[in-house]
């Protein structure tokens, strides 16, 4: 309303300035005024300019304003800001990291943050990513492939899985994506309507809700069973609704390592086919594999599709071929899903609409050669045994794990991150398991080299007397 005013007094100036000033300098009102006004008319028209300059001041004083709070407002989404505002955390640890290993140096600061491989992968990925460089022409080994993948590459995938798991799969069966988190991204375009659900078991990993958001989606979770961290299964029963499109599970777990033995995934199984009949509507189990290599004491990781016809497998060579950085890994949607061929076709327009495209060329060629290989298990398992037992020794409280790489653990007060703040005092960075869904907890990626473990080890026997003396210092700077 006042810019409605001031606008309309200010036009009405310039209008009269106009009028009595051709030239346009308003100096000259005064100059003139004598010759033009009355000694009356003066000192109202000299009333009338103050105010009209006043109003023209707070008018552009309000415009611009506005122009700002409207650039505040809607510059950026409101699902942006919500990302933004959660991943605060992760910057930050970033960030901070790359600071203290400044001050301190990188190896005086012990980062157990990211789920970053410490592990080289094996030698053949280097020597065939080579003879293929050397071997195909450039054009057709950089272009574009099918939005799915190549042909010759996905019957590759297939033949490996069926020799591993007893299974029938075919080319069309696999979509290779870029890595398991375009793969979730690709499915979850694919099969959700705004509003409808996303259902998984805390703690989890933290991006599942940001990929739920991006198909406009929502993703609820179980709540955790602190002493096993292994689903709670009546929960998951009495959690299931009609907008329960997906159920997602991950095992090996991130962050806490636990497995979901065969009784687990066949009783999931089986409350999904009631859940289903009960609200005659399609259930998914999408199983998030990224660390399905990663097993220790002889644990088994059961292959889902055999427990449950709808089910989806998102894979990815990040963990298994120590190859992060490449992006690369594939679906499995078999054939006995229902609507396999709806949901074929729209994996394929998903990939290209999200802006993947493809997945990465070269390396589709590289795991397809190298899918039967493996990284160092054994090192993984050493800095597991190794850390698990020291911290059990100062008296953490935390699971053993029987996969994955990191270990799950209950912080020392309630505020997990306060607790990390604590930490760094001590040049251990840590994760603050608020945001996998668990408050109370930290995760410690034990995916680092042997020397950085052994190192942080007084450090995190001194941040556990800090907290049961209250009175011991940091570590010495």
């Known amino acids: 309303m006042f810019l409605k005013k001031a606008t309309k007094k200010w036009e009405a100036f310039v209008n009269v300035q106009k009028l009595l000033l051709p030239e346009g300098d308003f100096r000259l009102l005064f100059e003139k005024a004598p010759l033009l006004w009355s000694e009356e008319e003066k000192c109202k028209g000299l009333v009338l300019a103050v105010k009209s300059m006043l109003y023209g001041f707070l008018f552009h004083m309000k415009v611009t304003e506005a122009f700002y709070k409207k650039g505040e407002q809607n510059m950026i989404s409101h699902n942006m800001k919500k990302l933004i505002e959660k991943s605060a955390g992760i910057s930050a640890l970033f960030t901070e990291a790359k600071r203290m290993k400044q001050q301190y140096g990188p190896e005086n600061v012990y980062d157990f943050g990211i789920g970053n491989p410490n592990v080289k992968a094996p030698e053949s990925i280097n020597k065939t990513a080579i003879e293929i460089l050397q071997r195909e022409e450039s054009l057709l080994l950089h272009g574009y492939t099918d939005t799915v993948g190549y042909a010759e590459v996905r019957k590759k995938i297939a033949n490996h899985l069926n020799r591993r798991f007893d299974t029938d799969f075919a080319e069309d069966n696999i979509v290779m994506t870029v890595g398991a988190a375009g793969g979730l991204n690709v499915i979850f375009k694919v099969l ?218 209950k912080a020392l007060e309630a505020d997990d991150n306060a607790f990390c703040q604590k930490a760094k005092e001590y040049r251990l960075l840590l994760t603050p398991a608020t945001g996998f869904g668990c408050p109370g907890y930290v995760r410690i990626a034990y995916c680092v080299s042997r020397q950085t473990i052994e190192k942080a080890l007084p450090a995190f026997e001194a941040l556990k007397k800090y907290y049961e003396a209250d009175t011991y210092g940091s570590v010495d700077a």
């Open 192 to 409: 959700l309507n705004p509003e409808e659900e996303v259902l998984t078991f805390a703690p989890f990993f933290s991006e599942y809700s940001a990929y739920a958001m991006n198909a406009g989606a929502v993703l609820n979770a179980v709540a955790p069973n602190l002493e096993t961290f292994l689903p709670d299964l009546t929960a998951l029963e009495e959690s299931i609704t009609e907008k329960t499109k997906i159920v997602l599970i991950n095992s090996p777990n991130n962050p806490t390592g636990v497995v979901y033995d065969e009784s687990i995934i066949a009783e999931i199984g089986c409350i999904l086919e009631e859940k289903q009949k009960e609200y005659g509507t399609s259930i998914y189990l999408v199983a998030d594999e990224p660390y399905r290599e990663l097993v220790y004491d002889g644990a088994e990781v059961p292959y889902v599709p055999h427990y449950y016809k709808n089910t989806i497998v998102a894979y990815s060579f990040s963990k298994s071929l120590s190859l992060p950085g490449d992006r690369i890994g594939y679906l499995v949607l078999p054939s006995e899903l229902e609507d396999f061929e709806q949901i074929r076709q729209g994996a394929e327009v998903a990939t290209r609409v999200l802006g993947f495209v493809n997945a990465p060329a070269l390396q589709q060629r590289v795991v397809a050669e190298c899918c039967d290989e493996l990284t160092d298990v054994a090192f993984y398992d050493a800095n597991r045994e190794l850390l698990y037992t020291a911290l059990q020794s100062y008296g953490y409280e935390c699971i053993k794990p029987q996969g994955a790489f990191y270990l799950f653990v």
